[in-house]
């Protein structure tokens, strides 16, 4: 079992920046992809952002050039860092564990933008 718990949530108003952190422990391992995926109040989780053990990433269209994420696999964390945040980015935010067909999640962090 692998237990993510995620933490820097928040109001924030538009075009400002947030950072979204996500601790794992459990039974880990560095081979997990690690991600970030949205969901916004009548709609479907999306994903917003992956990255895999060797670094390489993968965006939405929707967040390219505004969020960037990263880890540190000796820390076991995964930190999405959200900059010129606009209104629509506003969704409970999940961090996701993935190691092929086993998918672990947290209990979600709410992001809010607005003035």
């Known amino acids: 079992q692998v237990q993510l718990v995620e933490s820097g949530g928040g109001l924030v108003q538009p075009g400002g920046p947030l950072r979204l952190s996500c601790a794992a422990s459990g039974s880990i391992s560095s081979r997990y992809v690690m991600g970030w995926y949205r969901q916004a109040p009548g709609k479907q989780r999306e994903l917003v952002a992956y990255?895999?053990?060797?670094?390489?990433?993968n965006y939405d269209d929707s967040v390219k050039g505004r969020f960037t994420i990263s880890r540190d696999n000796a820390k076991n964390t995964v930190v999405l860092q959200m900059n010129s945040l606009k209104p629509e980015d506003t969704a409970v935010y999940y961090c996701n564990c993935r190691l092929g067909p086993i998918n672990y999640w947290g209990q979600g962090t709410q992001v809010t933008v607005s003035s």
């Open positions: 990255i895999t053990s060797g670094g390489s990433t």
